[in-house]
């Protein structure tokens, strides 16, 4: 499934979570696909961005195995249908709204509880999540300051070779 429709798909899900558990499930599924994003653009996306890319998918990364993680419904990891980015730059910019989105529910449970355990769970999660967001952040700037640097009707290296045209249309493998 495209990035972009699974970012939407995890907002949607965020915005109707009723409860603590749901929101801290949909907060995991966040981070998930962000390492998926981050994964899937340092193998495939444009060249001035795969460091970063490979970064984020590192960050937040749990200890355990992904399907195992006792937060993730029976629908399993969403992450896991991620199959291209076809817009790299409106990737971004969708996955950064949403990871701030998942800060502000996480900051709601952290203050409405008082549960040491899970305030602390909320404070990681705050934090992986704001660690996204400035990676995310990084490579926005990296991929403008590189259209800046070409100037139009330039060539760029891309996964395939060189791409002419604009730089806004990554996708991944088939």
Same mark, same amino acid.
């Not at 603590?20 to 899937?40: F, K, S, T």
């Not at 937060?71 to 950064?96: I, K, N, Y």
């Given at each position: !499934?495209?990035?972009?429709?699974?970012?939407?798909?995890?907002?949607?899900?965020?915005?109707?979570?009723?409860?603590?558990?749901?929101?801290?499930? #949909?907060?995991?599924?966040?981070?998930?696909?962000?390492?998926? %994003? /981050?994964?899937?653009?340092?193998? +495939?996306?444009?060249? #001035?961005?795969?460091?970063?890319?490979?970064?984020?998918?590192?960050?937040?990364?749990?200890?355990?195995?992904?399907?195992?993680?006792?937060?993730?419904?029976?629908? *399993?990891?969403?992450?896991?249908?991620?199959?291209?980015?076809?817009?790299?730059?409106?990737?971004?910019?969708?996955?950064?709204?949403?990871?701030? #989105?998942?800060?502000?529910?996480?900051?709601?449970?952290? +203050? /409405?509880?008082?549960?040491?355990?899970?305030?602390?769970? +909320?404070?990681?999660?705050?934090?992986?999540? &704001?660690?996204? %967001? &400035?990676?995310?952040?990084? !490579?926005?700037?990296?991929?403008? &300051?590189? #259209?800046?640097?070409?100037?139009?009707?330039?060539?760029?290296? /891309?996964?395939? *070779? %060189?791409?002419?045209?604009?730089?806004?249309?990554?996708?991944?493998?088939?």
């Amino acid at each position: !499934m495209e990035a972009e429709r699974l970012i939407e798909a995890g907002r949607r899900a965020l915005a109707e979570s009723a409860d603590v558990p749901a929101v801290m499930a #949909e907060a995991w599924q966040a981070q998930a696909l962000a390492r998926a %994003v /981050g994964g899937h653009l340092a193998r +495939c996306g444009p060249a #001035e961005v795969r460091t970063e890319a490979g970064e984020l998918s590192d960050t937040g990364a749990p200890g355990g195995a992904v399907s195992g993680h006792p937060a993730v419904s029976a629908g *399993g990891v969403r992450a896991a249908q991620l199959t291209e980015v076809t817009d790299v730059q409106g990737t971004l910019d969708a996955l950064a709204q949403f990871l701030g #989105e998942v800060g502000i529910a996480l900051v709601g449970v952290a +203050c /409405g509880t008082d549960e040491e355990g899970l305030y602390w769970q +909320c404070i990681e999660a705050i934090d992986a999540a &704001d660690e996204s %967001v &400035d990676r995310v952040h990084g !490579m926005l700037r990296r991929l403008a &300051d590189h #259209e800046r640097e070409r100037g139009p009707g330039t060539e760029r290296d /891309g996964p395939y *070779g %060189v791409i002419r045209g604009p730089a806004d249309r990554v996708a991944g493998p088939p």
